[in-house]
C-alpha cells in the first residue's frame, strides 16, 4: 500500500498567485490610469483575472483528496517547477536579447511543453485515463505559468514605475513617437497573460497528446 502522495504544494502556490497578484496591482496603480491600457484596460485586467481564477482553481481543484488524484496532480506539479524555471530564464533573456543564440528562447519554451507532456503521461498511468492526462497537462502548465509571471513581474518591478499614460493608443501603436515605456509594459503584461492562459491551453494539449501516444504504444 502507498504512504500517500506527494504535496500538490497548493499552500504555496496559493501563496504565489496572492503574490503576483499584489505585485501586478502595484505595477499598474493607479488603478484607474491602467484602464487607459490598450484594449480599454484589458491588458492589465485580463493577467488581474487570471490570477483570481487561478487562485480559486487550486482551492477547488485540491477538493479532491482521492490518493490516485492528489498522487497525479502532484507529478504535474514537480514537472511543473522546472518548467516554470525555463519560462523565467525564457523572460531573463527576453530582457538580454542579445549574447545568446536566437533558436535559445523557443527552445526553451519547447522544453517547457514536453515537460507538461511528461506530466500527463506520468498522470494518465495513474488511473490509465487519458482525461487525467490532459488535467495533470493544465495542472503542470498552470504551476509553471505562475512562476513565469512571477519572473515578468519582477522585471517590471524592477523597471522602474510606470510612465504617465496621457494618449496609450498613439503611444503603442507603433508608431515612430511611440513611448518606449508603454510599449515595454504592455509587452510584459501580455507576456504574463500568455503564461497565464495560453500555457495551459498547451499543457492540455501536449499532456493529451503525450497520454494517447503512450496508451497505443502499450
Not at 2 to 22: E, F, H, K, S, V
Not at 117 to 144: F, H, K, P, Q, Y
Request: aromatic letters at 6%.
Amino acid at each position: 500500500m502507498g504512504t500517500g502522495a506527494p504535496p500538490t504544494l497548493r499552500t504555496p502556490l496559493i501563496l504565489l498567485a496572492a503574490a503576483d497578484l499584489a505585485v501586478l496591482g502595484m505595477r499598474l496603480w493607479p488603478w484607474p490610469e491602467a484602464m487607459n491600457l490598450p484594449g480599454n484596460g484589458t491588458t492589465g485586467l485580463d493577467p488581474a483575472i487570471s490570477l483570481l481564477g487561478y487562485i480559486v482553481l487550486i482551492l477547488w481543484i485540491n477538493t479532491n483528496k482521492q490518493e490516485p488524484f492528489q498522487r497525479a496532480l502532484s507529478m504535474g506539479t514537480m514537472l511543473g517547477l522546472p518548467a516554470g524555471l525555463l519560462l523565467a530564464a525564457n523572460v531573463v533573456l527576453a530582457v538580454r536579447p542579445t549574447g545568446h543564440p536566437g533558436f535559445l528562447q523557443p527552445g526553451l519554451l519547447a522544453l517547457a511543453g514536453v515537460l507538461w507532456g511528461i506530466a500527463g503521461l506520468r498522470g494518465s498511468r495513474v488511473e490509465a485515463n487519458a482525461g487525467m492526462g490532459l488535467i495533470c497537462g493544465v495542472w503542470s502548465a498552470m504551476v509553471s505559468g505562475l512562476i513565469g509571471c512571477a519572473a515578468v513581474l519582477a522585471t517590471m518591478y524592477l523597471a522602474g514605475p510606470p510612465p504617465e499614460i496621457q494618449d496609450p493608443w498613439k503611444q503603442y501603436q507603433g508608431l515612430a513617437i511611440g513611448n518606449p515605456e508603454t510599449q515595454a509594459l504592455v509587452h510584459s503584461l501580455n507576456t504574463a497573460t500568455g503564461f497565464l492562459l495560453v500555457g495551459p491551453l498547451v499543457g492540455a494539449a501536449m499532456g493529451l497528446m503525450f497520454a494517447f501516444l503512450d496508451r497505443k504504444s502499450v
